[in-house]
């Protein structure tokens, strides 16, 4: 038994030292530079970034779906498709469709609890390419689009001290972003578009002045971004200066004098 002690030790001692070596070979084969920040000048082929005059992003977000996961990741977004993300819709009166407020003008419930879940639950679906949790997202979108109304605002509304609020809204902007990734779907573009418009419209003291859309309005501001990257049109960087003094400090008429300064705020340059 001593005997068998000994070689089990000696030869945890030869693994031991000779995966020291190999990673000793494996470090001297390359350098490691530490930096502020990544390169921001660098211009990448495939993926857009923000356009001037936003400051460039440190890391650009691959569009949803254009990975697909292998191995254990796979595996455990498949757990959640089996289980609660999955199936939410089944057992939640929040997404109960009958009077939903994202479904039906004038709906009861559902305003806020839908695009939260919607979020996760499309970017999941297209994650995995599952057909079912896809036709399932599609039939929310389609309620989304159904909601747009002639002077470009969209989903459920609730009016409270005689203006309407942008909470719900901020959340859903962003599944249709992943919606348009997955799916190059034009009338993502166009709703933002006409949405923006509509805020254009919102005098300044009357914009994101409610204590929780104020506290998101970054969300509706990066959604401008979005917006703003591909197509540089130029009411998103007026709609954005009007956000910005909500929540960066930028309270100039001149938005573009302010960021030549670099001022205030950290998403500009």
Not at 74 to 96: C, M, N, P, V, Y
Not at 133 to 141: D, G, L, N, S
Not at 242 to 251: A, E, I, N, T, V
């Amino acid at each position: 038994m001593k005997n068998l002690y000994t070689w089990v030790a000696a030869l945890l001692f030869v693994t031991l030292a000779i995966s020291v070596m190999a990673c000793t070979s494996a470090s001297s084969a390359g350098t490691v530079t530490v930096v502020d920040r990544p390169n921001i000048h660098a211009v990448n082929t495939n993926y857009m970034g923000y356009r001037a005059p936003l400051r460039p992003l440190n890391f650009i977000k691959l569009p949803v779906g254009s990975i697909r996961p292998e191995g254990w990741v796979r595996k455990f977004l498949e757990l959640q498709r089996d289980g609660l993300t999955g199936h939410l819709g089944e057992i939640s009166a929040w997404l109960e469709k009958d009077d939903n407020a994202w479904l039906t003008t004038g709906g009861d419930h559902g305003w806020e609890e839908v695009p939260y879940w919607l979020k996760g639950y499309s970017s999941l679906a297209y994650i995995l390419n599952d057909p079912k949790m896809i036709e399932e997202t599609k039939y929310w979108i389609e309620g989304v689009f159904a909601s747009r109304q002639p002077d470009g605002y969209f989903g459920p509304v609730n009016e409270r001290n005689g203006k309407r609020e942008l909470w719900a809204q901020m959340i859903m902007l962003w599944c249709l972003q992943s919606y348009y990734e997955y799916s190059q779907d034009q009338r993502v573009i166009d709703l933002m578009t006409n949405y923006f418009k509509w805020q254009m419209t919102v005098p300044d003291d009357r914009l994101l002045e409610d204590f929780w859309e104020n506290s998101r309005g970054g969300d509706n501001i990066i959604n401008i971004y979005w917006l703003y990257s591909p197509y540089g049109r130029c009411f998103f960087a007026r709609i954005g200066r009007k956000d910005s003094s909500q929540h960066c400090g930028l309270d100039s008429v001149d938005l573009f004098a302010q960021l030549a300064q670099r001022k205030h705020c950290p998403m500009f340059p």
